[in-house]
């Protein structure tokens, strides 16, 4: 969403927009002040609580998603990471990104060791059995629509046998309801495979459920967001993008760092909207490796008019439903300030966030370098100085 100078303008002031944008009611917007209101949930959600740790949440502007404007919470303790969303957003307007996603498939895997010879076949025969025996129960997801569609077999280098159960988990993570339904196969699966069944769980690896997010930039906006005080032209400017680019496709280095600033963002969105940012980050890196060698997740090339077109390309299991979400108001707020409706929505304005992301950072690596943007946010916020644990 585009709001003139929305960082110039008072804390009191941005909720105030936020609030009325998103149609917050008064107690929305109190849990977002008062993280404390959130213990009483917290104690259910995990084991021998001691309070909250509050981290920044902030909101990210500029963002148009398949023609739509939104506000994008993030909450990140790194400074400047929204800042440069928001600018890596701003500079691909008006037409801002075109996203889309594969669908909402997990995959559960079924190890099995010292399975018969015929096991994959026999496996794969009785897939129909399988998926019955997965859907079996009255599970919300399968009474909705979801639930496993399909299964398939892989034997590893090592003879190992795995079955992949593909489950469509609507718009939850479904990291529960595909461990609940791998486990519920297990004993079929050892039955037929001849074999012992040792682990099953859902993988993170989470490769059918792909978020792809594009933008273009216009050289000429690139040019202009350095206010006449760029050291080349508009052409240069995107020679040297692709040229850092370029640095990250060649070297796992360089690769590492450059996913680490697009998952800045997209972990920032992640744990804004209560999702197990772990999951995602698990899921992007091994992503970032499935060709036997770390890359980096988006792709950038000049189209035919000099332009940069930038594509970023990762799973993305993001949930809008689940009992940590549902459990936490802060989450709620967040996804109702986002107006996004579904996993799908959510996960493919993630992925623009990150793509946006990794523009800013590229665009100051290629000219400025990235201290001087810190370094005036540092004092524009004069921030106080860091302060020693006392023992
Ligand atoms: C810092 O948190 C992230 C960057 O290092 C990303 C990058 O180098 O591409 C700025």
Known sequence: MTIPCFHKKSFQERLRIVRKRAGLTKREEEVLLRPDRFVKAADCMVENLLGVTPVPLGVATNFVVNGKERLVPMAIEECSVIAAASNGAKLALPEGFRAKSSGSVMIGQVQVVGAGRNAARDLLKAKDRLLSEANCRESTIVKLGGGAKDAQVRVLENGHVVVHLLVDVLDSMGANSVNSMVERIAPLVQDISGGRV??????????????????????????????????????????????????????????????KGIMNGIDAVALATGNDWRAVEAGAHAFA????????????????????????????????????????????????????????????TAACVGLAQNLAALRVLATEGIQKGHMKLYARKACPPARKNRA
């Open 198 to 259: 040792r682990s099953r769980i859902v993988s993170n690896l989470a490769v059918e459920r792909l978020c792809t997010a594009s933008a273009v930039w216009r050289k000429e906006a690139l040019l202009e967001s350095f206010h006449g005080e760029a050291k080349g032209s508009a052409e240069e400017i995107v020679d040297a993008i692709l040229d850092v680019y370029e640095f990250a496709l060649y070297d796992p280095f360089r690769a590492a760092t450059h996913n």
């Open 289 to 348: 490796a499935i060709s036997g060698r770390y890359m980096p997740l988006t792709k950038y090339w000049k189209d035919d008019v000099g332009d940069l077109y930038g594509e970023a390309s990762l799973p993305l299991p993001l949930a809008t439903i689940g009992k940590s979400i549902s459990a936490n108001p802060s989450a709620m707020a967040a996804l109702k300030i986002m107006g996004v409706a579904s996993s799908a929505e959510l996960s493919e």
